[in-house]
């Protein structure tokens, strides 16, 4: 995999957000599924990214074990924009990023980097977000996603219950993420962080 080349053509933060305010004005989302549904899921993940980008916000602990890091990394996320755990979680990854000049976040769209998507697959499925870190000489020295740990055990409960709900689902899950507010995600990525320069 020539992860130089994915790095140069992906997005950065604040570039992936102008993106998806466009495609949103003109009635549209990332990926090939069009449609009313999937322009639902896109606009309200606009409103959740920036309810997260304005009131993240990480203690000093938090902020101390970032700066621990020694080394450029690069955070390379696949991604679509009417994914809800996406919306739920990038926006941490992008405030975690923002304390350190040593990891440089990037975002590609899972749909079109699927020579890549298809090596970190979870469970069979191409699950999204999917935080790939590579370090400076751009080896994989670590990975996280779809979700953080006890989201994902929301989505196993109901995936094997004998009555799948899909509609029940979503609504728990976002309820978590709600109450959660980020706590967890940004201590599963700060553990990814001290794993990272173990690795190092």
């Known amino acids: ?28 989302t990332t990926g090939p599924i069009q449609g009313e549904m999937m322009m639902q899921h ?6 959740r990214m920036n309810k997260w980008d304005k009131i993240a916000k990480f203690d000093a602990s938090a902020i101390e074990r970032v700066n621990n890091l020694k080394c450029v990394h690069t955070w390379l996320v696949l991604t679509e924009a009417w994914c809800g755990d996406a919306a739920q979680n990038i926006p941490f990854m992008a ?21 890549l998507m298809d090596q970190y697959l979870t469970n069979g499925g191409r699950g999204i ?20 740990k006890p989201a994902q055990e929301i989505l ?16 728990e899950l ?22 990272c320069m173990e690795k190092k």
């Open 95 to 115: 405030k975690l990023a923002e304390q350190s000049p040593l990891i440089n976040l990037k975002l590609l769209l899972r749909d079109e980097n699927l020579d």
């Open 129 to 148: 977000p999917k935080l790939i870190v590579l370090n400076d000489e751009y080896e994989v020295v670590g990975e996280w996603g779809p979700r953080p």
């Open 42 to 47: 896109t606009t309200m993940n606009v409103q």
């Open 1 to 28: 995999m020539d992860f130089k080349k994915k790095i140069q053509e992906a997005y950065n933060y604040e570039d992936y957000r102008s993106m998806i305010d466009e495609l949103v004005a003109q009635g549209k």
């Open 156 to 171: 196993y409960k109901y995936k094997t219950s004998d009555d799948w709900d899909h509609d029940a689902f979503h609504k």
């Open 174 to 195: 976002h309820l978590w993420y709600a109450k959660d507010r980020g706590q967890t995600t940004t201590h599963e990525l700060l553990d990814l962080v001290d794993h």
